[in-house]
């Protein structure tokens, strides 16, 4: 009987052919490969083809190109055999995709290289706008350093701020902690020493707060918000707090009545407003002093207490009378 023929052929998934694998297609050390016999999964001819093309997209450049196939087929790229092949090209008549076959042959080959792939690789630049981003963001945070370091050389010689906050802030929350305390100081009380200990504390905890929110820590955020929230209680600065006391814009009248009385009284008024109208010396005069003789109250003029005004009314009217 005739033994079965075992087809041991690669496809090759960018033209489709067939091909023997040690032959037609290059070995693979990326573990994306392992089950197709260690052979990477386009020809070497497509390999050849996808270089010309990816040279055209980076104006002839070689190294690019390379850069990108190799990331592209989980291959490990050196620049320091980049050079090595160039070498090899410059010292031997070859045609222009000969950097790519040199490179591959070597990387499969040479046993420095052996197990490595794309995550291991040189890194290069492919896009030189985004090199230009970087550069210049570079010099942006060379210029922040600078100007934070001379805010924080202006903190460390300022002998008020270090003792208010201490020592291990960094210079831009030191800047936020002054700014913070300047606002809780211009908006409320702050003539005791417990009520400006508060405002330092509320300032520490807000800056912390805010850096909690930048580095995307919830929990952290909302212990911090609750710490606030407390802090305020203790100062009764709270907004409820506020309402309580009539504090609050728009507030009910009955409310801000209450207040008054409770915490600005009227004070009594001086003795030549007392009685600007004469209401009082005309109760007096013709309702006050008649029922009291005729009551048996009073015997006389002097038993009933009189301010000036009145007595000055009694006489006239004494005079009216007779």
Same mark, same amino acid.
């Given at each position: $009987?005739?033994?079965?023929? *075992?087809?041991?052929?690669?496809?090759?998934?960018?033209?489709?052919?067939?091909?023997?694998?040690?032959?037609?297609?290059?070995?693979?050390?990326?573990? $994306?490969?392992?089950?197709?016999?260690?052979?990477?999964?386009?020809?070497?001819?497509?390999?050849? @083809?996808?270089?010309? &093309?990816?040279?055209? *997209?980076?104006?002839? @450049?070689?190294? /690019?190109?390379?850069?990108?196939?190799?990331?592209?087929?989980?291959?490990?790229?050196?620049?320091?055999?980049?050079?090595?092949?160039?070498?090899?090209?410059?010292? =031997?008549? =070859?045609?222009?995709?000969?950097? *790519?076959?040199?490179?591959?042959? /070597?990387?499969?080959?040479? $046993?420095?290289?052996?197990?490595?792939?794309?995550?291991?690789?040189?890194?290069?630049?492919?896009?030189?706008?985004?090199? /230009?981003?970087?550069?210049?963001?570079?010099?942006?945070?060379?210029?922040?350093?600078?100007?934070?370091?001379?805010?924080?050389?202006?903190? *460390?010689?300022?002998?008020?701020?270090?003792?208010?906050?201490? =020592?291990?802030?960094?210079?831009?929350?030191?800047?936020?902690?002054? &700014?913070?305390?300047? &606002?809780?100081?211009?908006?409320?009380?702050?003539?005791?020493?417990?009520?400006?200990?508060?405002?330092?504390?509320?300032?520490?905890?807000?800056?912390?707060?805010?850096?909690?929110?930048? &580095?995307?820590?919830?929990?952290?955020?909302?212990?911090?918000?609750?710490?606030?929230?407390?802090?305020?209680? @203790?100062?009764?600065?709270? !907004?409820?707090?506020?309402?309580?006391?009539?504090?609050?814009?728009?507030?009910?009248?009955?409310?801000?009545?209450?207040?008054?009385?409770?915490?600005?009284?009227?004070?009594?008024?001086? !003795?030549?407003?007392?009685?600007?109208?004469?209401?009082?010396?005309?109760?007096?005069? =013709?309702?006050?002093?008649?029922?009291?003789?005729?009551?048996?109250?009073?015997?006389?003029?002097?038993?009933?207490?009189?301010?000036?005004?009145?007595?000055?009314?009694?006489?006239?009217?004494?005079?009216?009378?007779?």
């Amino acid at each position: $009987m005739a033994s079965k023929k *075992v087809n041991n052929k690669l496809i090759c998934t960018r033209c489709g052919e067939e091909k023997v694998p040690t032959t037609g297609f290059y070995l693979s050390h990326s573990l $994306m490969y392992k089950h197709n016999k260690n052979r990477m999964p386009i020809c070497k001819d497509c390999v050849v @083809d996808k270089f010309k &093309e990816l040279k055209n *997209v980076y104006d002839d @450049d070689d190294k /690019k190109a390379l850069f990108h196939l190799c990331m592209m087929l989980d291959v490990y790229f050196s620049e320091e055999l980049v050079e090595s092949a160039y070498k090899q090209i410059e010292s =031997t008549t =070859t045609s222009e995709d000969g950097l *790519v076959k040199i490179y591959f042959q /070597k990387v499969n080959s040479l $046993m420095q290289y052996k197990g490595k792939n794309s995550i291991q690789s040189d890194k290069i630049i492919l896009d030189m706008d985004i090199l /230009k981003k970087l550069e210049q963001q570079y010099k942006l945070d060379l210029e922040e350093k600078k100007k934070n370091k001379e805010i924080y050389d202006d903190i *460390v010689n300022d002998t008020q701020i270090i003792k208010r906050w201490g =020592t291990g802030w960094k210079a831009e929350e030191y800047r936020e902690l002054e &700014e913070k305390y300047q &606002e809780w100081m211009d908006h409320y009380e702050h003539d005791t020493l417990a009520q400006q200990k508060l405002f330092r504390e509320l300032s520490e905890l807000e800056v912390q707060k805010n850096k909690a929110r930048q &580095e995307g820590d919830k929990n952290a955020y909302k212990n911090l918000s609750e710490l606030v929230s407390k802090k305020m209680s @203790d100062a009764n600065i709270k !907004p409820a707090q506020k309402k309580i006391l009539g504090e609050e814009d728009g507030e009910v009248l009955g409310v801000m009545i209450r207040e008054i009385e409770n915490n600005e009284p009227i004070a009594d008024c001086l !003795p030549q407003f007392k009685d600007v109208d004469k209401i009082e010396s005309l109760i007096v005069r =013709t309702f006050l002093k008649p029922f009291a003789r005729v009551y048996g109250l009073a015997s006389g003029e002097e038993d009933i207490e009189l301010n000036d005004e009145m007595k000055e009314s009694l006489e006239k009217s004494k005079k009216v009378d007779n």
